[in-house]
Nanobody, 125 residues
Framework: QVQLVESGGGLVQPGGSLRLSCAAS????????IGWFRQAPGKEREGVSC????????YYADSVKGRFTISRDHAKNTVYLQMNSLKPEDTAVYYC??????????????????WGQGTQVTVSS
């Protein structure tokens, strides 16, 4: 399985921005569909955004469309989630996950087999 490490979480005021990073060592993330998921206290984990391994197509949950952007940096072997116009309801632990290599899946938990440890995002004034 791919070992993934998230970073970039923190405390931010409403309307602010954060950029989350998902990095891997020993594996080239280009070959993997990558997803960002989040879990708020008392809620189920939900898919926020995903990027395919084949053509770079992206998915965004309705709640983050127009505010979040997922992207790859091939040279740094990293996938980013740029989060703008953050709202208190975005507060959650954010996880990145990888599917099986060269397999594109829907942006739901079941399709992803390798998970990072999570990074906390808190949006509060």
């Amino acid at each position: 399985q791919v070992q993934l490490v998230e970073s970039g979480g923190g405390l931010v005021q409403p309307g602010g921005s954060l950029r989350l990073s998902c990095a891997a060592s020993r594996f080239t993330l280009d070959y993997y569909a990558i997803g960002w998921f989040r879990q708020a206290p008392g809620k189920e984990r939900e898919g926020v955004s995903c990027i395919s391994s084949s053509d770079g197509s992206t998915y965004y949950a309705d709640s983050v469309k127009g505010r979040f952007t997922i992207s790859r940096d091939h040279a740094k072997n990293t996938v980013y989630l740029q989060m703008n116009s953050l709202k208190p309801e975005d507060t959650a632990v954010y996880y990145c996950a990888a599917a099986q290599p060269r397999v594109d899946v829907a942006c739901i938990e079941d399709g992803f087999v390798s998970w990072g440890q999570g990074t906390q995002v808190t949006v509060s004034s």
